[in-house]
């Protein structure tokens, strides 16, 4: 018959997130750019080769030099 005890798994790492807002003083900015086509309340992720909108598959490529 099979063990009645679970599985232990180990715990994944969490890596640190970015944030997407800076405070400075009284005012709030943004840290990413938002997408031209989805409009200001969706970020672009930042990617060493490209930007990329996740709701709308929008990709701005970075120039190779």
């Not at 640190?16 to 807002?21: A, G, V």
């Not at 031209?36 to 909108?53: D, I, M, Q, T």
Request: charged residues 40%; proline residues 8%; contains cysteine.
């Amino acid at each position: 018959m099979a063990d009645d005890k679970k599985s232990e798994k180990p715990e994944k790492k969490k890596k640190p997130r970015k944030p997407l807002y800076e405070v400075k003083g009284d005012t709030v900015t943004r840290v990413n750019p938002h997408c031209p086509k989805c409009g200001a309340g969706y970020f672009l992720a930042v990617h060493k080769e490209r930007k990329h909108c996740g709701n709308c598959k929008y990709t701005e490529f970075a120039k190779s030099q």
